[in-house]
């Protein structure tokens, strides 16, 4: 950031008074810029036994499968938001069955909030994002073709808890694995 | 949004190719500048058989009590965020036991995380934002006077759990509820 968005000035970093952290600041006009997380929001479709994955036409992690997933808008709640994203790169409809996990990736400033949901009908197709969609069973996960270490997180906890029918509500943390790939996740 | 914080000339409304909403876009350096719903991170402190409630110092609901909560900073978890707000606003350090609630306030592009965490000490201080910070019992909480209805809908969820000792991930939406106090909640 380097200019005032409500008046065109140029900002500083300065930490405002009674505040503990640098935020961008307008001396012109007195804004002051505050940043905060992203959320995202994205679902594990289930119909009778398989799951619905994604193959992804976008970078980053083109050609790697993900659960649909995507930027939480303003105006809509997270299962609105996680069923956008499940239609717009899925083509499919689903109802929200529970939210199933919460993960923190705070080294890029990301929340992820993922559901259980349940495909409304067995319509698919692959969105502008996506190069292709595919029910998967367990043992056909392509594991180490999965994008996002949230993505497989999610997954794994998934699988793990599907033997014994209960989905209670996890949360964790993603990190860097290595510094190479620090800036991914 | 009047001014590209990138390069400082105006920006204009207008949909991106393949997007299905409006942004605010600069036509000098082509920046997409993305607006997205807030995270406010809170918890309900636990101590013996009551809680830690804070009554505010600042508007808006000066006055009024509430439980510590505020915005997620770039950089933290969830969990670490709700901590930090404990210690700000009422001087307490507590552990986390476990996320509890997730309320949409979608009509100010809002999602609060609330967790139930444990006083780790007596120690309890009014911060900055707080005029006072008090142990209630349930039979004392000052439901009149709860600041916001996303904190009376966690404190009423909580204590009809309490009885039961299970206390499952709730997910629940805050609708404005009058046109007079749409801007409030």
Same mark, same amino acid.
């Given at each position: ?37 992203? /959320?995202?929001? =994205?679902?594990?479709? *289930? ?9 992804r036409a !976008?970078? $980053? ?16 709640? /997270?299962?609105? =938001?996680?069923?956008? *994203?499940t239609l ?8 929200? !069955?529970? $939210? ?86």
């Amino acid at each position: 950031m380097n200019y005032c968005s409500n008046c065109g000035n140029t900002v500083k970093l300065g930490t405002p008074p009674g505040d503990d952290r640098p935020r961008h600041l307008c001396a012109t006009c007195g804004t002051i810029h505050y940043e905060n997380p992203k /959320v995202v929001v =994205g679902c594990i479709p *289930e119909t009778n036994d398989k799951i619905l994955l994604c193959r992804r036409a !976008i970078e $980053p992690r083109s050609g790697k499968w993900t659960l649909p997933a995507g930027y939480l808008e303003n105006g809509e709640t /997270v299962a609105q =938001g996680a069923q956008r *994203e499940t239609l717009e790169e899925a083509g499919a409809r689903i109802e929200i !069955i529970a $939210p199933y996990a919460l993960f923190n990736i705070s080294y890029v400033s990301q929340i992820y909030v993922m559901f259980r949901a349940r495909l409304l009908d067995g319509n698919i197709k692959a969105g502008s994002e996506s190069s292709a969609v595919r029910f998967y069973s367990e043992k056909d996960i392509p594991w180490d073709k999965i994008a996002f270490t949230v993505i497989e997180a999610t997954l794994r906890q998934y699988f793990k808890d599907k033997p014994t029918g209960l989905f209670p509500f996890h949360m964790g943390d993603i990190l860097p694995k290595t510094r190479e790939n620090a800036g991914e996740y």
